[in-house]
């Protein structure tokens, strides 16, 4: 299946939810003010968040007034190019190598999923990939890494369950730099907001890269389940306290109708969706693409 393809089956339930909304103003009445004001509430509604609504619909009022556009599509096709130009104000990241990963999320957004799949993606450009099992918090979180890199035929670190989550990756390190591994990826726990201690964890983890593999690129990238709509905002937010956060990646998008929220988080936290999952399996990871995901919304 094509690329665009995968988009679009992903985009489904969101492109639906608004397509119907945006065929109803445009076929009913003037491109007046209140169109503009019926515009912006369905924006809201689709999860792209009031203060970036209000930012889209103040352009392309501009927009249509200066280019006189008084015909739908038209204005269709401006809103589309608004919409890309406010995700792409994000700055898209450039992965070198070699290169360390950090993986962080609240429990339940699939993490462990999307390492094993960022393996696979990694593997199709040929990089030697090392996983290291750094969420010892949770029971069997070790035991399901360790089965995407037996199916993804890549190496993993890993210690005891409960044991100190630094020196696991203290140990991958070690690992990567002997054998001059292209990636490595570490697993972290899935931290809640309320937990104090694990979010202390996460900023010693991020010391001991910083330390101990000072010539690797690095990265972090907050896992955020698109179901969960506006809320990711205020996750982003906390994660940041703690650690600076490199890019998004968006999963389960093709389980949800709140699509949208990839808008507010590149226009107001000016941070890139750098992958997006669109399916259950191995190889539904994608890089995220803005005119090909504008291009499906509606």
């Known amino acids: 299946m094509g690329l665009f393809k995968k988009i679009s089956n992903a985009l489904k339930k969101t492109k639906e939810a608004i397509s119907r ?34 930012e889209i619909c103040e352009r392309l009022r501009v927009y249509a007034r200066k280019n006189k556009i008084r015909k739908a599509e038209e204005v269709k096709t401006a809103l589309k190019k608004i919409l890309k130009e406010i995700i792409d104000e994000a700055e898209k990241i450039e992965i070198n190598y070699p290169c360390v990963i950090t993986i962080v999320g609240v429990n339940g957004v699939g993490k462990t999923t999307t390492i094993g799949k960022l393996a696979h993606y990694f593997k199709t450009k040929k990089k030697d990939v090392t996983l290291v099992a750094g969420d010892t918090f949770r029971a069997a979180a070790s035991k399901q890494l360790t089965e995407w890199a037996e199916r993804n035929k890549v190496k993993i670190v890993k210690h005891a369950e409960g044991a100190d989550a630094g020196a696991v990756v203290f140990d991958g390190i070690a690992s990567a730099k002997s054998k001059n591994t292209d990636v490595l990826i570490i697993d972290t726990a899935g931290r809640l907001h309320t937990k104090i201690d694990l979010m202390g964890e996460l900023s010693k983890i991020n010391r001991i890269i910083e330390k101990e593999y000072p010539q690797a690129n690095k990265y972090v990238f907050l896992v955020i389940d698109a179901t969960t709509g506006q809320n990711a905002l205020s996750q982003l937010e906390t994660f940041s306290e703690y650690i600076d956060i490199s890019g998004i990646i968006l999963t389960k998008l093709d389980g949800t109708a709140k699509g949208g929220v990839v808008v507010p988080i590149a226009h107001e936290l000016k941070l890139p969706i750098c992958f997006i999952g669109v399916g259950e399996q191995l190889e539904d990871l994608e890089e995220f693409d803005s005119a090909t995901f504008v291009e499906n919304l509606y």
Not at 43 to 54: A, H, K, Q
């Open 21 to 54: 909304k945006l065929d109803y103003i445009f076929s009913h009445g003037e491109i007046n003010d209140e169109f503009f004001e019926e515009l912006c509430d369905i924006l809201v509604s689709c999860d792209i968040g009031f203060e970036t609504s209000e």
